[in-house]
């Protein structure tokens, strides 16, 4: 299934700054980033119940917010980019 995570860390403090580090290098390890905050990872339902399990142990709930939207596996019906910086497709073989 595809899910797009967003976050919001707050940076006013050093905490804050080693959380936004630790937040998106946990998202970069199940998915690729789109967006400066926002990544689509393609995860089965194990994968995702570890990782969403991972996130929310990096944040502060009193500063720091979190989103996910389901996309489901047919995300690419529900997917339109427009503009620089083309997609991988994750179900996609990829040659390195």
């Given at each position: 299934m595809m899910v797009v995570v967003s976050y919001d860390v707050s940076t006013s403090d050093p905490?804050?700054?080693?959380?936004?580090?630790?937040?998106?290098?946990?998202?970069?390890?199940?998915?690729?980033?789109?967006?400066?905050?926002?990544?689509?990872?393609?995860?089965?339902?194990?994968?995702?119940?570890?990782?969403?399990?991972k996130l929310l142990k990096r944040i502060d709930p009193a500063k720091d917010s979190l989103r996910f939207y389901f996309l489901g596996a047919n995300w690419r019906r529900r997917v339109e980019h427009v503009g620089a910086k083309k997609s991988i497709d994750p179900d996609e073989p990829l040659v390195v």
């Open positions: 905490e804050g700054q080693a959380r936004l580090r630790r937040v998106a290098k946990v998202c970069r390890d199940y998915g690729q980033r789109v967006q400066f905050s926002v990544f689509e990872c393609s995860v089965d339902p194990a994968q995702w119940a570890f990782f969403r399990d």
